[in-house]
């Protein structure tokens, strides 16, 4: 039987000490943010009497060792256990290169964190009598030394061993890659495709034999939470993407046996060189937002011609931010019927109706 806890979830964190910030001129992320971002997240949490930390992948930047070691080292300092898992920023390379580790040696860096087994890049944890982590590795690599969002065959045969192992324990599952799609045809979008983990299929067969209800991801940096036939995928946008989100979910046990995860969500509203964030943060995403917009509205299922997407793409300059932040209200009542309906489809809606628990919410599990 599961107690009573509270954690908190910090995603996608591309943490970047000042020497080695790499500025990508079209990046929607301000990497620039991320270790003062981070710093004051720490200083809220360390308030709040949390039982653990959990931080989804893409804790660096692009898997530079030094991001790694800092991070490595600052939460080591904590009053609270850490659990992390990979993104595909961690990671980059099989081998390492002069920018990034290899993959094999992430564990390594994160021993105290989750990786009892440095020789294995996933892993179990029970965090709590009755609570059990489960940490997975959602990057591949295919012959060709590219890396693709995969479970390989052999940590889901382990995964199965683990689920059939633990009795009636409250699961947790931790995965960079969303698992259920947080948008419209995500797993067959290509937009939105390379955010799913390319087996989720496989993995979602197995977590539903063994009644898994939770899975928490990143990567996709948006607040979304997705539900589907009894699995619940909770994302958290990126801590130096608009709109800086983190989240603290309580889980507890009413009177009648009944689980409740109840989820708040925060912003990070200002570091000391950037005042104004919510509002700057915003106003660069939607500076750098052109492009995407134009594919987004060329590509299937309007197949728009090109000069007409250019035309309507500067209406949609904050679409993307809006999706960002959670609870999505959407509506361009200038725009042509056909491209305002699908516009709707990324709403916070179902069956017509407003949804709201992207950022807020309590779940009954």
Same mark, same amino acid.
């Given at each position: 039987?599961?107690?009573?806890?509270?954690?908190?979830? @910090?995603?996608?964190?591309?943490?970047?000490?000042?020497?080695? &910030?790499?500025?990508?001129?079209?990046?929607?992320?301000?990497?620039?943010?991320?270790?003062?971002?981070?710093?004051?997240?720490?200083?809220? =949490?360390?308030?709040?009497?949390? !039982?653990?930390?959990?931080?989804?992948?893409?804790?660096?930047?692009?898997?530079?060792?030094?991001?790694?070691?800092?991070?490595?080292?600052?939460?080591? %300092?904590?009053?609270?256990?850490?659990?992390?898992? $990979?993104?595909?920023?961690?990671?980059?390379?099989?081998?390492?290169?002069?920018?990034?580790?290899?993959?094999?040696?992430?564990?390594?860096?994160?021993?105290?964190?989750?990786?009892?087994?440095?020789? %294995? &890049?996933?892993?179990? %944890?029970?965090?709590?009598?009755?609570?059990?982590?489960?940490?997975?590795?959602?990057?591949?690599?295919? #012959?060709?030394?590219?890396?693709?969002? +995969?479970?390989?065959? *052999?940590?889901?045969?382990?995964?199965?061993?683990?689920?059939?192992?633990?009795?009636?324990?409250? &699961?947790?599952?931790?995965?960079?890659?969303?698992?259920?799609?947080?948008?419209?045809?995500?797993?067959?979008?290509?937009?939105?495709?390379?955010?799913?983990?390319?087996?989720?299929?496989?993995?979602?067969?197995?977590? +539903?034999?063994?009644?898994?209800?939770?899975?928490?991801?990143?990567?996709?940096?948006?607040?979304?939470?997705?539900?589907?036939?009894?699995?619940?995928?909770?994302?958290?946008?990126?801590?130096?993407?608009?709109?800086? $989100?983190?989240?603290?979910?309580?889980?507890?046990?009413?009177?009648?046996? +009944?689980?409740?995860?109840?989820? =708040?969500?925060?912003?990070?509203?200002?570091?000391?060189?950037?005042?104004?964030?919510?509002?700057?943060?915003?106003?660069?995403?939607?500076?750098?937002?052109?492009?995407?917009?134009?594919?987004?509205?060329?590509?299937?299922?309007?197949?728009?011609?090109?000069?007409?997407?250019?035309?309507?793409?500067?209406?949609?300059? #904050?679409?993307?931010?809006?999706?960002?932040?959670?609870?999505? @209200?959407?509506?361009? $009542?200038?725009?042509?019927?056909?491209? +305002?309906?699908?516009?709707?489809?990324?709403?916070?809606?179902?069956?017509? *109706?407003?949804?709201?628990? !992207?950022?807020?919410?309590?779940?009954?599990?």
């Amino acid at each position: 039987m599961a107690c009573n806890f509270r954690f908190a979830v @910090v995603s996608d964190l591309h943490l970047a000490l000042p020497h080695t &910030i790499w500025d990508h001129p079209s990046r929607f992320h301000l990497v620039e943010v991320s270790i003062p971002a981070f710093e004051s997240v720490l200083e809220h =949490l360390i308030q709040l009497d949390l !039982d653990f930390l959990l931080l989804p992948g893409d804790l660096t930047q692009h898997g530079e060792s030094a991001n790694h070691n800092w991070l490595q080292q600052r939460l080591s %300092q904590l009053p609270f256990p850490t659990y992390v898992v $990979p993104g595909n920023h961690d990671v980059p390379v099989l081998m390492a290169d002069q920018q990034s580790i290899a993959f094999a040696d992430f564990p390594y860096y994160y021993s105290k964190f989750g990786y009892d087994n440095p020789q %294995q &890049i996933y892993y179990t %944890q029970q965090l709590l009598p009755g609570v059990r982590l489960i940490g997975l590795n959602s990057n591949s690599f295919n #012959d060709q030394g590219e890396q693709i969002g +995969r479970l390989d065959s *052999k940590q889901l045969e382990w995964l199965d061993e683990v689920l059939a192992a633990t009795g009636d324990e409250l &699961i947790l599952v931790m995965v960079h890659h969303n698992v259920l799609e947080h948008l419209p045809n995500q797993s067959r979008h290509p937009l939105g495709n390379r955010y799913m983990l390319e087996n989720a299929p496989e993995l979602l067969q197995v977590l +539903r034999r063994y009644d898994v209800k939770l899975v928490l991801t990143g990567h996709l940096h948006v607040q979304d939470v997705a539900y589907s036939k009894g699995v619940y995928d909770i994302t958290t946008g990126s801590l130096v993407s608009y709109p800086h $989100p983190y989240r603290v979910l309580e889980f507890h046990q009413d009177n009648h046996g +009944r689980e409740w995860l109840q989820i =708040l969500s925060y912003r990070v509203d200002s570091v000391p060189d950037f005042p104004d964030l919510q509002q700057l943060s915003r106003k660069w995403m939607g500076d750098r937002s052109f492009p995407f917009l134009v594919k987004l509205l060329t590509h299937p299922p309007l197949n728009l011609p090109l000069s007409q997407a250019k035309e309507l793409a500067p209406g949609m300059r #904050d679409f993307w931010a809006t999706i960002a932040d959670g609870d999505a @209200v959407l509506d361009y $009542p200038q725009f042509p019927l056909e491209v +305002r309906r699908y516009i709707q489809t990324y709403a916070a809606a179902t069956r017509g *109706k407003a949804t709201l628990i !992207d950022n807020n919410s309590t779940i009954l599990l």
